[in-house]
């Protein structure tokens, strides 16, 4: 009987070295096809969503009131600081998988799956949060023409009620097929190809950033100044209004600002990466933070905050106004805006996985290239059809919460990354560095722009875990079970599949 090969202990924290990322970038077979303005459309595709027609009425009615602009604001700057961290690591490494990738070259293996596989939850709810949304509005658009669709399949099987006592979940009254539809039709549009879907995200970024413009313009002469007072409502304990509120209402609007983060997956796929991606990045974020805070202004104004904890507020604010034309206008805009963000949504989710299976941490298919189309077919099917059961189950308040969780741990762990590569690799070329610098302790650089992204990442999260936790001590833990499960199917996946196909990919490449 031969002896028994002894295997050399499993590195964990085994790196990937720039040098195979850079030779990733030669072999990945993706199309290089977009170009600066494609990138900054891209941002603005994913970033002007949700947020602005879904959520900002959920902050608004719930926790912050007319306030909602200060924690638009106070999310904003959380993410601008992240983005810069963003544009510099994705200037110096243009590979797809965004944070993940950054991880692993920093970090190593394991700190890159928990990042990856929070990524995917991130980007999987945020999809189902966006399809909730555009069911709303498709629903209140049809009723405007007298068709009116059944509760029965536009509305989750989980719904959201706001209590005395805060927000609770009971059963729902159906299954929202609507919205588990309009995500099926976006992952067939992305499967089909990059170039058409970035035709298509183009031409609806356009639409809908006109339609909010309008919105603005028409709805200033129907504000009401008595709607935004009192400006700050005043605390009705725990986090329903007052400042604490508003720090609630940031930590939801978070989710809104995480567009940005798409552009970074795209690197592998854009013309000139090392110019383009810190435009990309940086411009989309700063053109739809003034839009947002405009559109809440003129939001909170024209009808009061307690009505607008809606999947439609926009459509309850533009229906006060008695323009019956201008609302169907609106909502049009409305249904263009949400399948622009599902598109560029699902675009990111499918690259990150993309990037997770060439390493070997999820099974070759989901790297597997369309020989036609040249997309990550299988991947985007696959992925899209879990978000669209997601969708079809869980109300959007639950969803929203959860995707700000993955992208604070995702936006905190580039931060990080950026201050361990420029610890450990100084000489690495940078075509675009983080403003305002740093300093030294010992061999490691601390940037003052990477640390504060991190603590204001981690205040934009933290209101969401004591919130869940207080909803699972009142007995409703669907939230914090998601949480649990997830994680704990990730440990088991990662140390039963992933670590050791992992080990073989890298062998391979070596």
């Known amino acids: 009987m031969g002896r028994k090969r002894h295997e050399p202990p499993r590195n964990f924290f085994a790196r990937k070295s720039i040098a195979a990322m850079q030779r990733d970038t030669e072999t990945h077979g993706l199309k290089q096809s977009l170009s600066a303005t494609n990138l900054i459309l891209l941002g603005i595709g994913c970033i002007l969503g949700a947020g602005i027609y879904v959520m900002t009425g959920n902050a608004a009615a719930n926790f912050a009131g007319p306030a909602v602009v200060l924690s638009f604001i106070l999310a904003g700057l ?29 970090i190593g293996e394991i700190a890159a799956w928990i990042i990856g596989w929070m990524l995917l939850l991130e980007y999987g709810l945020a999809a189902a949060a966006l399809s909730v949304g555009f069911s709303g509005y498709f629903t209140s658009l049809m009723a405007d023409f007298h068709i009116h669709i059944p509760a029965a399949i536009s509305t989750p099987a989980i719904d959201a009620v706001l209590m005395p006592g805060g927000t609770q979940f009971i059963a729902g009254q159906g299954i929202n097929l609507v919205a588990a539809l309009a995500i099926a039709v976006v992952t067939v549009l992305l499967t089909i190809g990059v170039n058409e879907s970035a035709r298509a995200n183009n031409v609806m970024v356009i639409i809908k950033i006109a339609v909010l413009v309008a919105f603005v313009a028409v709805g200033v002469f129907s504000v009401d100044p008595a709607n935004w007072t009192p400006f700050v409502p005043e605390n009705q304990g725990n986090f329903t209004y007052g ?7 940031a930590s939801i609007l978070f989710f809104a600002y995480i567009g940005f983060e798409t552009v970074s997956t ?21 053109v739809c933070t003034v839009v947002y805070i405009a559109v809440a202004l003129v939001l909170t104004g024209v009808v009061s905050y307690r009505t607008l904890g809606v999947a439609d507020p926009i459509a ?17 805009g409305a249904l263009m805006g949400l399948s622009s963000v599902l598109l560029v949504n699902a675009f990111g989710q499918s690259r990150v996985s993309f990037a997770m299976g060439r390493d070997g941490l999820l099974p070759g298919m989901f790297c597997r290239v369309h020989p036609k189309f040249q997309t990550p077919h299988l991947a985007t099917i696959l992925l899209g059809v879990i978000s669209a059961v997601i969708a079809a189950l869980l109300p959007i308040t639950i969803v929203a919460d959860l995707v700000s969780i993955g992208a604070g741990f995702a936006f905190s762990a580039v931060a990080f990354c950026l201050m361990w590569l420029r610890s450990t690799r100084p000489d690495l070329e940078r075509p675009f ?7 030294w302790i010992g061999k490691a650089w601390i940037g003052y722009v990477p640390v504060a992204a991190i603590l204001l990442c981690v205040a934009m ?8 936790t207080q909803h699972a001590l009142r007995g409703d833990v669907i939230p914090a079970v998601i949480i649990v499960v997830y ?16 080990a073989i990919v890298q062998e391979s490449a070596l």
């Open 243 to 249: 400042w604490a509120g508003i720090a609630r209402a």
């Open 433 to 439: 560095r983080v403003p305002f610098g740093g300093f």
């Open 316 to 332: 309850v604010a533009v229906n006060a106004m008695n323009m019956p034309g201008f609302a169907v206008v609106i909502k049009i």
């Open 461 to 468: 999260v933290l209101p969401v875990f004591i919130d869940i």
């Open 266 to 286: 795209a690197a592998a796929e854009a013309r000139n990466p090392q110019r383009d991606m810190p435009i990309g990045i940086l411009g989309s974020l700063l």
């Open 78 to 106: 959380a993410c601008g600081l992240t983005a810069l961290c963003y544009a510099e690591l994705a200037s110096a490494m243009p590979v797809t998988g965004s944070a993940y990738t950054y991880c692993y070259a920093a």
């Open 487 to 502: 994680g704990l199917a990730g440990a088991v996946i990662y140390f039963t599949y992933s670590s050791r196909r992992a």
